[in-house]
T-cell receptor
Framework: GQQVMQIPQYQHVQEGEDFTTYCNSSTTLSNIQWYKQRPGGHPVFLIQLVKSGEVKKQKRLTFQFGEAKKNSSLHITATQTTDVGTYFCAGSLSGSARQLTFGSGTQLTVLP | ETGVTQSPTHLIKTRGQQVTLRCSSQSGHNTVSWYQQALGQGPQFIFQYYREEENGRGNFPPRFSGLQFPNYSSELNVNALELDDSALYLC??????????????FGPGTRLLVL
């Protein structure tokens, strides 16, 4: 079945440092979404990427979708303590057999 | 606009019992998906309901079943509970006309513990 892998599993950074999480799919995706889950909370939608090579920015967050639509990344510039949480990518397959498959997430800790 | 709500927030059951979890979708959303999130893992898709019918299913056994009602609210039923069913159960609604992969708006979840 479809697999979505995320690395790293954990990342500790000093406040102000940058952070990147990577997402790789075993199959071509029709789109990819990113979610953030705060400790004890539920996933909250951040963004959706649809086009090959697409890049989107939200303030300090930059999202990329690979040319082959099999990988994606989320980069946070100058992390803040409010960025703490687990970041998940979630992809849906091209074609008829589509379901949203989540990666295992990257847990970000920001040290003040 | 009302967000996604779920009940109960926490539940403790014993192995072999049955459980029903409830979800009210966000106002205006006609599609509900259910996910299981084990500790330290990403949400795993259980199934989706659109217009009161199952619209897609993940790799879960038949003892996981669901319903969607005319007001788009939904139930997740799990029979013959196993210890591994202990997890956070998330309901998510979307306005996707039954299309899988649409933006999911998650509820706060029900934390189920099976002893």
């Amino acid at each position: 079945g479809q697999q979505v892998m995320q690395i790293p599993q954990y990342q500790h950074v000093q406040e102000g440092e940058d952070f990147t999480t990577y997402c790789n799919s075993s199959t071509t995706l029709s789109n990819i979404q990113w979610y953030k889950q705060r400790p004890g909370g539920h996933p909250v939608f951040l963004i959706q990427l649809v086009k090959s090579g697409e890049v989107k920015k939200q303030k300090r967050l930059t999202f990329q979708f690979g040319e082959a639509k099999k990988n994606s990344s989320l980069h946070i510039t100058a992390t803040q303590t409010t960025d703490v949480g687990t970041y998940f990518c979630a992809g849906s397959l091209s074609g008829s057999a589509r379901q949203l498959t989540f990666g295992s997430g990257t847990q970000l800790t920001v040290l003040p | 606009e009302t967000g996604v709500t779920q009940s109960p927030t926490h539940l403790i059951k014993t192995r072999g019992q049955q459980v029903t979890l409830r979800c009210s979708s966000q106002s205006g959303h006609n599609t509900v998906s259910w996910y299981q999130q084990a500790l330290g893992q990403g949400p795993q898709f259980i199934f989706q309901y659109y217009r009161e019918e199952e619209n897609g299913r993940g790799n879960f056994p038949p003892r996981f079943s669901g319903l969607q009602f005319p007001n788009y609210s939904s139930e997740l039923n799990v029979n013959a509970l196993e210890l591994d069913d202990s997890a956070l159960y998330l309901c998510a609604s979307s306005l996707g006309f039954g299309s899988l992969g649409e933006t999911q708006y998650f509820g706060p979840g029900t934390r189920l513990l099976v002893l």
